[in-house]
């Protein structure tokens, strides 16, 4: 044999020696080698790569824990946990644990200046949440949203109104909902629309976040992946704007360069904002260190707003009890030009059937990723120490449907769960009302899109009767929830 074919063969051999010694490493001696789960997860996260495309990771989750208990090692470093005080210390206030890689797609590939959602440490953390929150999303903020979000409510409903005519009173009102979610939390945040409504998306914006979710967080499975395609020398390129033969942006790129121009406006005073978070943000004088950078801002959780509604219609148009219900209960609020937030909070079926409907259809299923840091190796209740650097997380999804959270018949559409239990219970309920994420890193745009959801649904039951089938509803999930449709028959209110 030639020295080549030698050398060849000798590395060969010393590769195989060492994934024999690893694997043996994985199976026998890692710290996580006692926890039951699938045989290939002891290898390699690619199995849930698999799972994670094929839009049902959700499901598998829940099949899993049915399988192997509360605790499941789902990768050769990872630990896949449903159990409560576990949960609760790991999304807990204290904010003991570093987000990971899993994040790293998502941090505009500035990992010095990290946006809220992608801060990795709780003290970079803490830096832009404590900027960002009184600033632009406290109460009295949301106040001042609340008229644009209303005024494209109206426009939703007069757009509703006109498919019907167009197109028949059975429609799939998916993409109108998508549309309207996008215009209000755009102007929420920019303080001008895009205006997608009726049906207007030339550029395909939002078709383009639905291929382009799977993708990004795809890769956030495969860590070395994650890390390689965040390199600030690698990332810009992924990101720049993509364009169509007659030079347009398209796609999500079109949304980039649109957002990008009224930052740039706006910073140089050119541009008339309705109240917003960019005017909010805008207000702190440059030579302030609690400004933030613009960058900061981001509108792509409209995806998840938008399941979220969808999800809240397909129940209210499965169960017309609960539909007649809400109308009578709306009927007795005060009669405004819209009904104002403060009203609509004190409807309590309205607060029950969201409720109800997220935590059977949580938007974002999760798992969102945690890791162990040093000197925080028995920081999670339940599970023994566990070395830095270990991954591990809990399914949203799952946790929506605990027993010993929720009670009983938890696959069921139960809107009275969250209006006749004791106060205990209904606080322990509402601490574990996981849609929104929890702790220190809870949704800071809860209060928004729970706002725009509830006038939605209030306007859509005080014109229409909804009316659907159980399998009116079809989409995936890829970490979040994506619906293609939901298939309903609209008949206007006698
Ligand atoms: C129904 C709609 C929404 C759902 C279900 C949702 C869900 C979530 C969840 C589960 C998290 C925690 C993620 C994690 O632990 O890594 C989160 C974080 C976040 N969400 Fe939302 N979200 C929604 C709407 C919004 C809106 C409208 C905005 C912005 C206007 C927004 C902005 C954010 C940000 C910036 C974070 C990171 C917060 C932090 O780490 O401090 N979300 N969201």
């Known amino acids: 044999m030639a020295l080549g ?44 790569l698999r799972s994670f495309l094929k839009g049902n990771q959700h499901l598998v989750d829940l099949g899993l824990h049915a399988r192997y208990g509360k605790f499941v090692r789902d990768g050769p470093n990872s630990l896949l946990v449903s159990d409560l005080d576990a949960f609760k210390s790991i ?22 200046h990290p946006n809220l959602f992608a801060a990795r440490t709780e003290a970079q953390h803490r830096a832009v949440r404590k900027r960002l929150a009184p600033t632009a ?34 429609l799939n009102i998916a993409p109108i909902c998508e549309r309207l979610v996008f215009d209000a939390l755009i102007e929420a945040t ?32 495969i860590p070395w992946l994650s890390r390689l395609v965040s390199l600030p020398s690698i990332s810009p390129f992924l990101r720049r704007p993509k364009y169509d033969k007659h030079g347009s942006p398209k796609g999500l790129s079109a949304a980039g360069v649109w957002t990008r121009k009224i930052m740039a406006d706006a910073a140089n005073g050119e541009a008339h904002l309705n109240p917003c978070i960019l005017k909010n943000l805008l207000e702190i004088a440059p030579s302030d260190n609690r400004r ?16 979220a509604l969808i999800a809240v219609l397909y129940e209210i148009g499965r169960h017309p009890e609960w539909q007649s219900r809400l109308r009578s209960d709306l009927e007795r609020l005060p009669p405004t030009e819209y009904l104002s937030t403060v ?20 938007p974002f299923v999760g798992p969102f990723e945690r ?49 006749e239990r004791e106060p205990d219970m209904l606080k322990g309920m509402d601490d574990m009302f996981c849609v929104f994420g929890r702790g220190s890193r809870r949704c800071i745009g809860q209060d928004l899109a729970w706002m725009t959801l509830q006038k939605t649904v209030a306007a859509v ?19 979040e929830m994506e619906y293609d449709e939901l298939r309903v028959t609209l008949a206007p209110i006698a």
């Open 5 to 48: 074919g030698i050398i060849v063969a000798g590395l060969l051999v010393a590769l195989l020696f060492y994934q024999a010694i690893h694997s043996l490493y994985l199976v026998y001696f890692h710290p996580l080698a006692s926890y039951p789960g699938p045989g290939l997860a002891r290898f390699t996260n690619y199995w849930r």
């Open 292 to 307: 933030m950078r613009l960058e900061a801002i981001r509108y792509e959780c409209f995806s998840s707003t938008a399941a």
């Open 371 to 419: 890791v162990i840091v040093p000197q925080q190796e028995d920081t999670v209740a339940n599970v023994k120490p566990l070395p830095a650097g270990t991954r591990i997380w809990s399914s949203l999804f799952v946790m929506c449907r605990s027993e010993q959270v929720f009670g009983d018949k938890i696959n069921e559409f139960r809107p009275e769960r969250w209006m």
């Open 91 to 112: 999304y807990g206030f204290t904010g003991k644990l570093n987000k990971g890689d899993f994040y790293a797609v998502t941090s505009n590939g500035t990992p010095e």
């Open 190 to 221: 920019y303080g001008s629309s895009m205006s997608l409504l009726p049906e207007q998306d030339p550029a395909g914006i939002i078709q383009s976040k639905k291929k382009g979710f799977p993708v990004t967080f795809g890769i956030s499975h």
């Open 461 to 479: 039951v005080r014109t229409w009767d909804l009316q659907c089938g159980e399998e009116a509803l079809k989409g995936k999930a890829h970490l």
């Open 137 to 170: 999303f406290a109460p009295k903020h949301l106040a001042q949203y609340e008229a644009s979000v209303a005024d494209n409510v109206f426009t939703f409903s007069e757009s509703l109104k006109q498919l019907v005519k167009a197109y028949g009173h059975m």
């Open 343 to 362: 009203h609509l909070s004190q409807s309590e079926s309205l607060q029950a059937v969201m409720k109800e409907s997220l935590r059977l259809h949580p």
